[in-house]
T-cell receptor
Framework: DGGITQSPKYLFRKEGQNVTLSCEQN?????MYWYRQDPGQGLRLIYY???????QKGDIAEGYSVSREKKESFPLTVTSAQKNPTAFYLC??????????????FGSGTRLTVV | AQRVTQPEKLLSVFKGAPVELKCNYS??????LFWYVQYSRQRLQLLLR??SRESIKGFTADLNKGETSFHLKKPFAQEEDSAMYYC??????????FGQGTELSVKP
């Protein structure tokens, strides 16, 4: 069953802690993305990676970090520097070959709550 | 900055009524535009791409370069159309820029 798997589904974090959200895909997609979804603000891009061992900041990268050591995996770490981390986080991927096929495949999301 | 604007946070219509979800984009060359939909408890998924000029689930969207718009339309709304709809554009580099989203509520 091909697709993107995000884990965990729900995550609770104490103030001052770092947490890592997992995103794994078996679609052989080159590019992977992390978005944050907040009510009324749509999806905002945090980080993206178009190829292994390379990634770029999105619009709201402050307080987040990523790595792309394997094609299949693009974990997101929410650091203690992120002032308002409570949100729904979405991971996506797409094949990097076609300029006319920007269809993303999305994961089911992780809801992070700071307690 | 490249932007996508969806002016309506919530759109409520009755079943069988026409529906139009608005989307405007900031002009920059030839845009690649998309509509994504998120049904309750489901993943965000691609609904339409402007380049394919298709009709999916009765929805169509026409690119109007003069008005820089890509509104999503359906002549007769169904209750199962109730969902969150996002307009998105793809500038160079492959990353999608999303609008704020419009929640469509179709009442019986």
């Amino acid at each position: 069953d091909g697709g993107i798997t995000q884990s965990p589904k729900y995550l609770f974090r104490k103030e001052g802690q770092n947490v890592t959200l997992s995103c794994e895909q078996n679609l052989n997609h080159d590019a992977m993305y992390w978005y944050r979804q907040d009510p009324g603000q749509g999806l905002r891009l945090i980080y993206y990676s178009q190829i292994v061992n390379d990634f770029q900041k999105g619009d709201i990268a402050e307080g987040y970090s990523v790595s792309r050591e394997k094609k299949e995996s693009f974990p997101l770490t929410v650091t203690s520097a992120q002032k308002n981390p409570t949100a729904f986080y979405l991971c996506a991927s797409r094949t990097g070959t076609s300029l006319t096929n920007y269809g993303y495949t999305f994961g089911s999301g992780t809801r992070l709550t700071v307690v | 900055a490249q932007r996508v604007t969806q002016p309506e946070k919530l759109l409520s219509v009755f079943k069988g009524a026409p529906v139009e979800l608005k989307c405007n984009y900031s002009y920059s060359g030839s845009p690649e535009l998309f509509w994504y939909v998120q049904y309750s408890r489901q993943r965000l998924q691609l609904l339409l791409r402007h380049i394919s000029r298709e009709s999916i689930k009765g929805f169509t969207a026409d690119l109007n370069k003069g008005e820089t718009s890509f509104h999503l339309k359906k002549p007769f709304a169904q209750e199962e159309d109730s969902a969150m709809y996002y307009c998105a554009r793809a500038p160079q580099g492959g990353k999608l820029i999303f609008g704020q989203g419009t929640e469509l509520s179709v009442k019986p």
